[in-house]
């Protein structure tokens, strides 16, 4: 199973289901995720299950269309907001999930996946990360916050 942080505010419960996962066991997950509240998605075992393998790489696009100065950092959170109704943009949603977090599921997946683009790293990134800025909750990552 897959929480999702903060876990008594985030209602989606990603139930993941292995190779080797029994029809009992898969149903057991299921039935748990209800009976504490979370709607329940299923998903077979594959990299980032299906919010963080579609979110991931958003998060890197986005970083990637302000490192090639297509756009500012600020203007692509203000665009995915207003035009796509996201609640926030993706550099304001990475310092809130935490920039070694991010960092760290990208380099899972590009040791994984070694050839696939999506999973390239990012200088931006790892600069931000070896600085110690890790978002919101060091104070500074893509934008500063006060403490």
Same mark, same amino acid.
């Given at each position: 199973?897959?929480?999702?942080?903060?876990?008594?505010?985030?209602?989606?419960?990603?139930?993941?289901?292995?190779?080797?996962?029994?029809?009992?066991?898969?149903?057991?997950?299921?039935?748990?995720?209800?009976?504490? !509240?979370?709607?329940?998605?299923?998903?077979?075992?594959?990299?980032?299950?299906?919010?963080?393998?579609?979110?991931?790489?958003?998060?890197?696009?986005?970083?990637?269309?302000? /490192?090639?100065?297509?756009?500012?950092?600020?203007?692509?959170?203000?665009?995915?907001?207003? !035009?796509?109704?996201?609640?926030?943009?993706?550099?304001?949603?990475?310092?809130?999930?935490?920039?070694?977090?991010?960092?760290?599921?990208?380099?899972?997946?590009?040791? /994984?996946?070694?050839?696939?683009?999506?999973?390239?790293?990012? /200088?931006?990134?790892?600069?931000?990360?070896?600085?110690?800025?890790?978002?919101?909750?060091?104070?500074?990552?893509?934008?500063?916050?006060?403490?």
């Amino acid at each position: 199973v897959h929480f999702f942080n903060p876990v008594p505010l985030m209602k989606l419960l990603e139930v993941v289901r292995g190779p080797e996962t029994s029809d009992a066991t898969f149903n057991a997950l299921l039935e748990y995720g209800a009976k504490v !509240g979370k709607t329940t998605v299923k998903c077979k075992d594959t990299p980032g299950f299906i919010v963080n393998r579609l979110l991931v790489p958003y998060l890197f696009e986005a970083i990637r269309l302000v /490192e090639r100065g297509d756009a500012s950092m600020e203007d692509v959170d203000t665009a995915m907001k207003l !035009g796509a109704g996201y609640p926030m943009g993706p550099f304001t949603l990475a310092d809130l999930v935490g920039l070694d977090t991010c960092k760290n599921i990208l380099d899972g997946w590009h040791k /994984e996946y070694p050839d696939v683009q999506v999973f390239q790293p990012s /200088e931006t990134l790892n600069k931000l990360v070896e600085s110690g800025k890790l978002g919101a909750k060091t104070g500074e990552g893509f934008y500063k916050y006060g403490k």
